[in-house]
Protein backbone atom coordinates (compact mmCIF):
# COMPACT_ATOMS: atom_id res chain seq x y z
CA UNK A 1 0.00 0.00 0.00
CA UNK A 2 1.54 3.27 -0.70
CA UNK A 3 1.00 6.90 1.05
CA UNK A 4 4.48 8.03 1.93
CA UNK A 5 3.74 5.27 5.16
CA UNK A 6 1.50 8.63 6.13
CA UNK A 7 -1.70 8.43 4.53
CA UNK A 8 -4.11 6.49 2.69
CA UNK A 9 -5.48 2.70 3.60
CA UNK A 10 -5.82 -0.59 2.29
CA UNK A 11 -9.94 0.13 2.05
CA UNK A 12 -8.82 3.57 0.27
CA UNK A 13 -10.81 2.96 -2.98
CA UNK A 14 -7.77 3.15 -5.20
CA UNK A 15 -5.66 0.18 -4.14
CA UNK A 16 -9.02 -1.77 -3.16
CA UNK A 17 -9.72 -1.85 -6.63
CA UNK A 18 -6.53 -2.31 -7.74
CA UNK A 19 -6.33 -5.23 -5.39
CA UNK A 20 -9.71 -6.78 -6.34
CA UNK A 21 -8.03 -6.29 -9.93
CA UNK A 22 -5.18 -8.10 -9.04
CA UNK A 23 -7.07 -11.08 -7.18
CA UNK A 24 -9.67 -11.62 -9.96
CA UNK A 25 -7.03 -11.52 -13.08
CA UNK A 26 -4.09 -13.38 -11.59
CA UNK A 27 -6.52 -15.64 -9.89
CA UNK A 28 -5.10 -15.33 -6.86
CA UNK A 29 -5.94 -14.26 -2.92
CA UNK A 30 -4.60 -10.54 -2.39
CA UNK A 31 -4.63 -9.97 1.31
CA UNK A 32 -4.08 -6.31 1.67
CA UNK A 33 -2.22 -5.22 5.53
CA UNK A 34 -3.48 -2.09 6.75
CA UNK A 35 -0.33 -0.36 8.80
CA UNK A 36 0.01 2.17 11.30
CA UNK A 37 1.02 5.42 10.02
CA UNK A 38 3.68 7.90 10.33
CA UNK A 39 4.14 10.68 11.85
CA UNK A 40 2.35 9.14 15.00
CA UNK A 41 4.03 6.00 14.26
CA UNK A 42 7.34 5.87 13.12
CA UNK A 43 9.90 3.58 12.10
CA UNK A 44 10.12 0.54 12.38
CA UNK A 45 6.48 -0.29 13.31
CA UNK A 46 5.15 -0.56 9.92
CA UNK A 47 8.19 -2.98 9.12
CA UNK A 48 6.75 -4.94 12.41
CA UNK A 49 2.85 -4.93 10.66
CA UNK A 50 3.68 -6.17 8.05
CA UNK A 51 6.10 -9.31 9.20
CA UNK A 52 3.47 -9.85 11.85
CA UNK A 53 0.32 -10.34 9.27
CA UNK A 54 2.86 -12.73 7.70
CA UNK A 55 3.19 -14.93 11.06
CA UNK A 56 -0.80 -14.32 11.66
CA UNK A 57 -1.28 -15.98 8.21
CA UNK A 58 1.32 -18.78 9.04
CA UNK A 59 -0.90 -19.73 12.17
CA UNK A 60 -4.13 -19.63 10.78
CA UNK A 61 -6.24 -22.59 10.37
CA UNK A 62 -6.77 -24.24 7.00
CA UNK A 63 -10.38 -24.14 7.25
CA UNK A 64 -9.62 -20.02 7.46
CA UNK A 65 -8.90 -19.97 3.72
CA UNK A 66 -10.43 -20.95 -0.06
CA UNK A 67 -9.80 -24.93 -0.20
CA UNK A 68 -7.32 -24.01 -3.14
CA UNK A 69 -5.03 -21.91 -1.68
CA UNK A 70 -1.80 -22.74 -1.28
CA UNK A 71 0.11 -20.64 1.27
CA UNK A 72 3.86 -22.17 -0.32
CA UNK A 73 3.11 -20.41 -3.00
CA UNK A 74 3.14 -17.07 -0.99
CA UNK A 75 4.22 -13.72 -3.18
CA UNK A 76 4.43 -10.25 -1.30
CA UNK A 77 4.07 -6.81 -3.26
CA UNK A 78 3.78 -3.20 -2.58
CA UNK A 79 3.77 -0.12 -4.33
CA UNK A 80 5.37 3.13 -3.38
CA UNK A 81 5.89 2.85 0.43
CA UNK A 82 4.17 -0.49 0.42
CA UNK A 83 7.15 -1.64 -2.19
CA UNK A 84 9.76 -0.66 0.79
CA UNK A 85 7.66 -2.17 3.11
CA UNK A 86 7.73 -5.11 0.54
CA UNK A 87 11.30 -5.33 0.62
CA UNK A 88 12.05 -4.92 4.62
CA UNK A 89 9.28 -7.55 5.23
CA UNK A 90 10.85 -10.05 2.85
CA UNK A 91 14.08 -9.55 4.24
CA UNK A 92 12.78 -10.19 7.79
CA UNK A 93 10.90 -13.12 6.34
CA UNK A 94 14.25 -14.83 4.66
CA UNK A 95 15.35 -15.09 8.71
CA UNK A 96 12.04 -16.28 10.06
CA UNK A 97 11.07 -20.01 10.02
CA UNK A 98 7.71 -20.41 8.70
CA UNK A 99 5.30 -23.45 8.86
CA UNK A 100 3.43 -23.33 6.14
CA UNK A 101 4.31 -20.15 3.95
CA UNK A 102 6.94 -19.94 1.63
CA UNK A 103 7.90 -17.12 -0.35
CA UNK A 104 8.07 -17.14 -4.07
CA UNK A 105 8.47 -13.53 -4.90
CA UNK A 106 8.50 -9.72 -4.26
CA UNK A 107 6.48 -7.74 -6.61
CA UNK A 108 7.74 -4.30 -6.13
CA UNK A 109 6.05 -1.34 -7.88
CA UNK A 110 7.87 2.07 -8.38
CA UNK A 111 9.16 1.15 -4.91
CA UNK A 112 9.84 4.05 -2.22
CA UNK A 113 13.25 4.49 -1.36
CA UNK A 114 15.90 7.50 -1.40
CA UNK A 115 18.98 9.25 0.23
CA UNK A 116 20.89 12.35 0.55
CA UNK A 117 21.83 12.29 -3.01
CA UNK A 118 19.65 14.49 -4.88
CA UNK A 119 19.55 12.17 -8.31
CA UNK A 120 19.24 13.44 -12.01
CA UNK A 121 15.67 12.42 -11.96
CA UNK A 122 14.69 13.88 -8.91
CA UNK A 123 16.42 17.58 -9.98
CA UNK A 124 14.46 17.18 -13.39
CA UNK A 125 11.18 15.87 -12.80
CA UNK A 126 9.49 18.88 -11.52
CA UNK A 127 5.97 19.19 -11.97
CA UNK A 128 4.96 15.75 -12.41
CA UNK A 129 2.09 14.05 -11.32
CA UNK A 130 1.69 12.95 -7.04
CA UNK A 131 5.70 13.41 -6.02
CA UNK A 132 7.47 16.14 -5.66
CA UNK A 133 11.29 16.32 -3.76
CA UNK A 134 9.51 18.60 -0.97
CA UNK A 135 6.50 15.86 -0.35
CA UNK A 136 9.08 12.76 -0.03
CA UNK A 137 11.10 14.85 1.97
CA UNK A 138 8.26 15.40 4.66
CA UNK A 139 7.61 11.42 4.49
CA UNK A 140 10.91 10.69 5.37
CA UNK A 141 11.11 12.92 7.94
CA UNK A 142 7.65 12.00 9.82
CA UNK A 143 8.68 8.54 8.76
CA UNK A 144 12.26 7.72 10.61
CA UNK A 145 13.62 8.40 13.84
CA UNK A 146 14.44 11.73 14.93
CA UNK A 147 18.38 11.99 13.92
CA UNK A 148 18.18 9.62 11.11
CA UNK A 149 19.07 11.13 7.60
CA UNK A 150 18.02 9.78 4.04
CA UNK A 151 20.57 7.74 4.17
CA UNK A 152 19.03 5.36 6.60
CA UNK A 153 19.58 1.65 5.81
CA UNK A 154 15.40 1.37 5.46
CA UNK A 155 15.67 4.83 3.00
CA UNK A 156 19.04 4.05 0.95
CA UNK A 157 19.04 0.34 0.90
CA UNK A 158 22.58 0.15 -1.26
CA UNK A 159 23.70 2.93 -0.09
CA UNK A 160 26.99 3.63 2.57
CA UNK A 161 25.18 2.45 5.64
CA UNK A 162 23.73 -0.87 3.96
CA UNK A 163 22.92 -4.10 5.11
CA UNK A 164 24.66 -6.68 3.02
CA UNK A 165 22.35 -9.22 1.67
CA UNK A 166 24.26 -11.28 -0.78
CA UNK A 167 24.32 -14.51 1.66
CA UNK A 168 20.86 -14.35 2.51
CA UNK A 169 18.20 -16.41 0.17
CA UNK A 170 16.38 -13.44 -0.70
CA UNK A 171 13.34 -14.33 -3.48
CA UNK A 172 13.21 -13.28 -7.15
CA UNK A 173 11.70 -10.08 -7.44
CA UNK A 174 9.59 -8.23 -10.00
CA UNK A 175 10.34 -4.25 -10.33
CA UNK A 176 8.50 -1.85 -11.92
CA UNK A 177 9.87 1.89 -12.74
CA UNK A 178 8.19 4.85 -14.61
CA UNK A 179 9.79 7.26 -17.26
CA UNK A 180 8.11 10.31 -15.38
CA UNK A 181 8.55 8.93 -11.24
CA UNK A 182 11.00 10.80 -9.95
CA UNK A 183 12.01 8.50 -7.77
CA UNK A 184 13.82 6.04 -10.91
CA UNK A 185 16.86 6.72 -10.14
CA UNK A 186 16.31 5.16 -6.70
CA UNK A 187 14.46 2.54 -7.91
CA UNK A 188 17.25 1.38 -10.73
CA UNK A 189 19.51 1.71 -8.01
CA UNK A 190 18.18 -0.92 -6.40
CA UNK A 191 17.67 -3.12 -9.67
CA UNK A 192 21.29 -3.13 -10.04
CA UNK A 193 22.16 -3.49 -5.55
CA UNK A 194 20.13 -6.58 -6.23
CA UNK A 195 21.93 -7.74 -8.91
CA UNK A 196 25.11 -6.81 -7.53
CA UNK A 197 23.91 -8.94 -4.39
CA UNK A 198 23.78 -11.90 -6.83
CA UNK A 199 19.77 -11.69 -6.67
CA UNK A 200 17.41 -12.69 -9.44
CA UNK A 201 15.39 -9.40 -10.24
CA UNK A 202 13.38 -8.52 -13.18
CA UNK A 203 13.29 -5.17 -14.74
CA UNK A 204 10.03 -3.57 -16.25
CA UNK A 205 10.05 -0.03 -17.10
CA UNK A 206 7.36 2.30 -19.14
CA UNK A 207 8.86 5.02 -20.16
CA UNK A 208 5.35 6.97 -20.04
CA UNK A 209 4.53 5.89 -16.79
CA UNK A 210 4.41 8.34 -14.13
CA UNK A 211 3.83 7.22 -10.30
CA UNK A 212 1.44 5.50 -9.26
CA UNK A 213 0.09 4.89 -12.86
CA UNK A 214 -1.68 1.44 -11.95
CA UNK A 215 -4.59 3.57 -9.54
CA UNK A 216 -5.72 4.75 -12.96
CA UNK A 217 -7.44 1.54 -15.28
CA UNK A 218 -7.87 3.88 -18.20
CA UNK A 219 -3.63 4.40 -18.37
CA UNK A 220 -2.26 1.70 -21.01
CA UNK A 221 0.31 0.94 -18.82
CA UNK A 222 -2.64 -0.35 -15.81
CA UNK A 223 -3.04 -3.46 -18.07
CA UNK A 224 0.42 -4.11 -19.05
CA UNK A 225 1.30 -4.41 -15.33
CA UNK A 226 -1.15 -6.99 -14.77
CA UNK A 227 -0.07 -9.10 -17.28
CA UNK A 228 3.22 -8.90 -15.90
CA UNK A 229 2.47 -9.26 -12.39
CA UNK A 230 0.28 -12.69 -13.86
CA UNK A 231 3.35 -13.82 -15.31
CA UNK A 232 5.58 -13.35 -12.93
CA UNK A 233 3.29 -15.25 -10.30
CA UNK A 234 2.47 -17.92 -12.88
CA UNK A 235 6.38 -18.78 -13.70
CA UNK A 236 7.79 -18.10 -9.61
CA UNK A 237 5.33 -20.96 -8.66
CA UNK A 238 5.95 -23.46 -10.98
CA UNK A 239 9.44 -23.51 -9.76
CA UNK A 240 10.30 -26.53 -6.59
Known amino acids: MAGGFAFMAANSNSFDVLCRRLA ?12 RL ?38 IAGDSAGGNLAHHVAL ?26 R ?10 P ?20 RNHSVVNVFGPNAVDISGVKFPATLLFVGGFDPLQDWQKRYHEGLKKAGKEVHLVEYPNA ?16 IGEVKNFVQKQSSLA
Open 24 to 35: RETNAVVISVNY
Open 210 to 225: FHGFYCFPESPESSLI
Open 119 to 128: TESEIKLVGV
Open 38 to 75: APENKYPCQYEDGFDTLKYIDDMSSESFPASLDLGRCF
Open 92 to 117: KACEHTFSNIKIKGLIAIQPFFGGEE
Open 130 to 149: LISVERTDWMWKAFLPAGSD
